[in-house]
T-cell receptor, first 112, second 115 residues
């Protein structure tokens, strides 16, 4: 079974802190994604990566950056956390363009 | 604008009953359509994936249909169980060229199955 693991289930951070969310997949997938999920808005794409050191902005990249130094790991960075970044963050990976996406269990981030 | 709309927003049914969830989309160029189940506090899990040429696909008690002409899909759940209580998300993949497709998510239908 494909496994996508996010480093934390719940996280509470203070405004202005630098926050790292880590995601690891164990199936050698090329593509990895970071989404945030808010009530009534569905999943919105923040950033994605289709190869090591390659990244592209999604629909809502402002306030975020990403890092993909190794194929299996994709990190989401909140440079200076703000309260409007309180959300559920979901990482996903896919082996190719036409295949299903496998999601991690999610990180519920609260910024106070 | 690429959009995926789901209805109803929420649904309550009795255990053992059937239900149908709807998904309408305006996504171009269309690549495939997926249904995901998301339990509360968990990540989405894939139920079905259908391409343009497929009009029905089953996964146990879940049956998805796709009408590519009218751009509509439905997810039918048969003989519902308490464990079916979850959010069901319709996701349409747009062929954007390049390395990967763009996924457009609906906001989901929240299903509650009551004993």
């Amino acid at each position: 079974d494909v496994k996508v693991t996010q480093s934390s289930r719940y996280l509470v951070k203070r405004t202005g802190e630098k926050v790292f969310l880590e995601c690891v997949q164990d199936m050698d997938h090329e593509n990895m994604f970071w989404y945030r999920q808010d009530p009534g808005l569905g999943l919105r794409l923040i950033y994605f990566s289709y190869d090591v050191k390659m990244k592209e902005k999604g629909d809502i990249p402002e306030g975020y950056s990403v890092s993909r130094e190794k194929k299996e790991r994709f990190s989401l960075i909140l440079e200076s956390a703000s309260t409007n970044q309180t959300s559920m963050y979901l990482c996903a990976s896919t082996p190719g363009r036409y295949t299903e996406a496998f999601f991690g269990q999610g990180t519920r981030l609260t910024v106070v | 604008k690429n959009q995926v709309e789901q209805s109803p927003q929420s649904l309550i049914i009795l255990e053992g009953k059937n239900c149908t969830l709807q998904c309408n989309y305006t996504v171009s160029p269309f690549s495939n359509l997926r249904w995901y189940k998301q339990d509360t506090g968990r990540g989405p899990v894939s139920l079905t994936i259908m391409t343009f040429s497929e009009n029905t696909k089953s996964n146990g008690r879940y049956t998805a249909t796709l009408d590519a002409d009218t751009k509509q899909s439905s997810l039918h759940i048969t003989a519902s169980q308490l464990s079916d209580s979850a959010s069901y998300i319709c996701v349409v993949s747009a062929n954007r060229g390049g390395a990967t497709n763009k996924l457009i998510f609906g906001t989901g239908t929240l299903l509650a199955v009551q004993p």
